[in-house]
């Protein structure tokens, strides 16, 4: 009985992904409002579950304040520029974590959080498809969902130990090389497919980024534990909530920006044909 249910589950999993993936990858290449309209959602709606598992007593002032920071970010992005909207979303999320501290709101930090950590995101993706094309930004994507690919199977199937027990149970040193390994290879494979300049690079950078999602994910294991939760939603069959779908591409996103900023936006190494 076990053995079923555990097949059912990977069989909804499959099925969702199968219907998720192409869906995402269309609007990413469509760009213009249709993705910049499905960042808004899919980050207030992220939102919304960083506010559940953190604020159940549904303080109006916390999550209007939240939401509309978040719905302010997205709009300063689409006028100004994703550099002015992220010093905003730094600066209110800041404001907001001393506004819940003086009115004595519990969590203080992790709620504006969900502003600077989400909003933060958010902005990255935007700018990574604006200045990487869509070949690049659908990479650093696919790279994340090998990852879990990855780690899902061979954690699976080989076990191990245990990669951060008092975190995530379910986790293993197996999975996380897994993951590495198989992000390595889908980022080489992206580089080839899209004939960029130093596909070599490209494996490294999977590596990276398959970390940053890692450490993505476990990020969120370790705030729904504060919060005392299993899952952050149910809106994705077999694989619970928005951010138990984004929490790897949230850090991996917040990594390829910091990469982006500290190399000038450099992008010769990729430079597809």
């Given amino acids: ?4 249910r555990v097949s059912k589950n990977l069989l909804i999993r499959i099925a969702s992904a199968l219907v998720l993936a192409p869906s995402f990858l269309a609007l990413l290449a469509l760009n213009g409002l249709p993705f910049q309209s499905l960042m808004l959602l899919g980050c207030l709606f992220a939102g919304y579950e960083w506010l559940a598992m953190l604020n159940p007593q549904q303080q109006k002032r916390v999550w209007v304040s939240v939401l509309f920071s978040l719905a302010l970010t997205w709009g300063i992005a689409l006028q100004a520029d994703t550099t002015t909207a992220f010093i905003l979303c730094l600066s209110l999320s800041l404001v907001l974590m001393v506004g819940f501290w003086l009115g004595k709101v519990q969590k203080p930090v992790l709620l504006s959080m969900g502003v600077s950590y989400l909003g933060s995101a958010m902005l990255g993706l935007l700018d990574l498809r604006n200045v990487g094309g869509f070949s690049l930004a659908a990479t650093v994507v696919v790279v994340v969902w090998f990852t879990d690919i990855g780690a899902f ?4 199937m080989l076990r191990g130990a245990k990669l951060a027990p008092d975190i995530s149970p379910s986790k293993t040193w197996t999975g996380f090389m897994g993951g590495l390994i ?6 080489y494979a992206c580089a080839w497919l899209f004939s960029a300049k130093n596909p070599l ?4 950078a999977g590596l990276g980024l398959s970390l940053a999602a890692h450490c993505g994910d476990l990020f969120e294991s370790w705030v729904k534990r504060q919060a005392g939760v299993k899952d952050s939603g149910v809106i994705f069959p077999g694989h619970g909530g ?8 949230i850090m991996a996103v917040l990594l390829s920006s910091v990469a982006l900023w500290a190399s000038g936006f450099d992008l010769s190494w990729w430079d597809v044909q």
Avoid: E, N, P, T
């Avoid at 198989?182 to 980022?187: L, M, S, T």
């Fill in 1 to 4: 009985m076990s053995l079923f």
């Fill in 153 to 156: 199977f061979s954690g699976k």
């Fill in 201 to 204: 690079i490209a494996l490294y």
């Fill in 242 to 249: 928005m951010l138990d779908r984004v929490d790897g591409l």
């Fill in 182 to 187: 198989c992000a390595a290879a889908i980022a």
